[in-house]
């Protein structure tokens, strides 16, 4: 069983940073791809990034480019995501989520439905 604990959320101001981290209790985290995703009162859950089991290749929602980064220390079976500017609008519960075991070709996984197992998540909260 996959256990996924994600942590560093918190209270900020519109432009402020925050690091969330994922935490993965699985000896074979480099065989998984990880993501990251958040869900707003209210709304359905959306892709926020993705990255692949070697950290070669990273995926983006389109109101995330270039500001948020996700990154991944398999030594540590933790993935990281970098949030830089935040906005008010970037307010929700932030999941983790991994897709696998994998191998083979597959990299990132953009898709909800296609990861296997979730975090309970971390509240994100920007103030204007």
């Known amino acids: 069983q996959v256990q996924l604990v994600e942590s560093g959320g918190g209270l900020v101001q519109a432009g402020d940073s925050l690091r969330l981290s994922c935490t993965a209790s699985v000896p074979t985290f480099s065989l998984y791809i990880m993501g990251w995703f958040r869900q707003a009162p209210g709304k359905e859950r959306e892709f926020v990034a993705a990255?692949?089991?070697?950290?070669?290749?990273?995926a983006y929602a389109d109101s995330q480019k270039g500001r948020f980064t996700i990154s991944r220390d398999n030594a540590k079976n933790t993935v990281y995501l970098q949030m830089n500017s935040l906005k008010p609008e970037d307010t929700a519960v932030y999941h983790c989520?991994?897709?696998?075991?994998?191998?083979?070709?597959?990299?990132?996984?953009?898709?909800?439905?296609?990861?296997?197992?979730w975090g309970q998540g971390t509240q994100v909260t920007v103030s204007a």
């Open positions: 990255i692949s089991r070697s950290a070669g290749n990273t």
């Open positions: 989520a991994a897709d696998g075991p994998k191998v083979g070709a597959k990299t990132v996984t953009t898709t909800a439905t296609e990861y296997d197992y």
